[in-house]
């Protein structure tokens, strides 16, 4: 079965520092790996996704997440944080095949960005 | 605009009385699913759908009924609600593979 492990329940960075959001996923194949943003009081928003094309892949705000099988791992980063970025981030899994539809989280990391 | 539907957003009931959240997607996707969510727990699956007829329990499916009449359609029943389940509901749809799944802005479920 797929899952997904999200280190760090919160995580607290300065303004302009790097961000890194870490999430490892447990999976027979390679899967589809995807980041979620919540910001409070509303719903999900996709910031990014890995489809086994390009290992580096870019989203939205400035984010950005590597795949790297031989850990598999699928950590998001950001450079410089803006106090913007304070929200809930989600990393979700699904696989090819028959469970290609089937979106598993890990349990979320909150985002703080002091200023 | 592609969009999910959730309803209602904000509901308050009492232990045992029956109630029903809807989900409805423009989109024809062929997979949704339920979600709730509770602080430190993320995003946990109720029940999924991969089309019309066809449903699939998730990891926490004890107290809920889900049902797939129509592929746009995707209700979530709850017979005899309880206090454990108040909650954040997020219902989404998605094709299938790599696309994004879309959500609803959810239903905040109090049980008294």
């Known amino acids: 079965a797929q899952s997904v492990t999200q280190l760090g329940s919160h995580v607290s960075v300065s303004e302009g520092a790097l961000v890194l959001l870490r999430c490892n996923y447990s999976s027979s194949v390679p899967p589809y790996l995807f980041w979620y943003v919540q910001y409070p009081n509303q719903g999900l928003q996709l910031l990014l996704k890995?489809?086994?094309?390009?290992?580096l892949v870019k989203g939205i705000n400035g984010f950005e997440a590597e795949f790297k099988k031989s850990e598999t791992s699928f950590h998001l980063t950001k450079p410089s944080a803006h106090m913007s970025d304070a929200a809930e981030y989600f990393c979700a899994v699904s696989g090819p095949g028959g469970s290609q539809g089937n979106l598993i989280f890990g349990k979320g990391t909150k985002l703080s960005v002091k200023p | 605009e592609a969009q999910v539907t959730q309803n209602p957003r904000y509901l308050i009931t009492v232990t045992g009385k029956k109630l029903t959240v809807t989900c409805s997607q423009n989109?024809?996707?062929?997979?949704m699913s339920w979600y709730r969510q509770d602080p430190g727990l993320g995003l946990r699956q109720i029940y999924y759908s991969m089309n019309v007829e066809v449903t699939d329990k998730g990891d926490v499916p004890e107290g809920y009924k889900v049902s797939r009449k129509e592929k746009r359609n995707f209700p979530l029943i709850l017979e005899s609600p309880s206090p454990n389940q108040t909650s954040l509901y997020f219902c989404?749809?998605?094709?299938?593979?790599?696309?994004?799944?879309?959500f609803g802005q959810g239903t905040r479920l109090t049980v008294v």
């Open positions: 989109m024809n996707h062929e997979y």
């Open positions: 890995y489809t086994s094309a390009a290992t």
């Open positions: 989404a749809s998605k094709q299938g593979g790599g696309t994004e799944a879309f």
